[in-house]
């Protein structure tokens, strides 16, 4: 598999992400890949949001190096104290 000929927007989801850029660049990626990412900053800042009356999913964005990195769960997750967490009513990019 080649990550540099054809479509710039689809290649990420051969790679286990996908990419917008029509609001911007953000990264969806698994739960597992979020929280390795906020390993890597010593004080990261996460914007968590819930969306649903029966089953809450809860949408969770950070930034990194220059880039917006989206995740959800089913799972409300509990962060460390080192993690600055902002509620917030909704998100204005859909994930």
Do not use: W
């Not at 979020?34 to 010593?42: A, G, Q």
């Not at 819930?50 to 220059?66: C, R």
């Amino acid at each position: 598999m080649t990550y540099y000929s054809g479509d710039a927007v689809t290649q990420p989801a051969g790679i286990g992400g996908s990419i917008f850029t029509h609001r911007g660049t953000g990264v969806c990626v698994k739960l597992e890949n979020f929280l390795n990412i906020l390993s890597k900053s010593e004080e990261p800042l996460v914007i968590v949001t819930s969306e649903g009356y029966f089953t809450k999913i809860y949408k969770y964005v950070t930034a990194y190096k220059g880039f917006v990195f989206f995740t959800e769960s089913l799972d409300k997750l509990d962060f460390g104290s080192n993690i600055e967490v902002i509620y917030a009513q909704s998100l204005g990019t859909d994930i």
